[in-house]
């Protein structure tokens, strides 16, 4: 098995899209995100004229950096996010994201700070993903509000099926994410000494 993986490229980015909290459907959007194949509109051949424009805004070009940072209806939901996991930049195309975070979400920066921050990454990419989808093939629309409640409630049910051992740090994960203190795992029992 060493011998087919000796030949592959170490990319910088791969801790963001696959830890131990990802959740595997929002990983792989992430995944194709970052490379920017997700099949937005400018990357389809079409005959209509309005067909290329972004289904959120109905008024630019749809490609990737459009639909994920530049968008009148995404940006906000990034100003929360980022507000909410305690970083603040802004992300002007994939290469300037994934560069920074890659740089400031490593796994020995802090539990809250590194694997919140990748969770609500990969949360929000699937869900304007999906938003896109639905407004295209389905014809519903959710609101900005709506989209980032369950962007929210995403990240909530990954911390509320995750068992966390107690520290200053899950304390104030609980605090900030409305969290039952149910997910604290209570402190190991020492063996009985006879």
Known sequence: MKHYNSHLPNLPWTHLVWSKNSI??????????IQQ????LNRRCTTHVNATLCTLCNSQLQNH????????YTE???TFL???????????????????????WRSNSGFYNSSTSKLALAA???NIWMERNRRIFQRK???????LHQTMDMIRLKFISTTLTDSPTVRRIIEEWDLPSSVIRPP???PDRK
């Open 65 to 72: 950096n459009h639909l994920f940072f530049e968008c009148d």
């Open 188 to 190: 190991a029992k020492l």
């Open 24 to 33: 595997p459907q929002l990983s792989f959007t992430l995944w194709v995100a």
């Open 141 to 147: 629309y959710l609101s900005q509000n709506s989209l």
């Open 76 to 78: 906000p939901l990034w």
């Open 124 to 126: 929000l990419v699937y």
């Open 37 to 40: 194949k997700l099949p937005t």
């Open 82 to 104: 980022q507000a909410r996991c305690g970083f603040h930049i802004k992300p002007s195309s994939w290469p300037y994201l994934i560069n920074w975070a890659s740089q400031h």
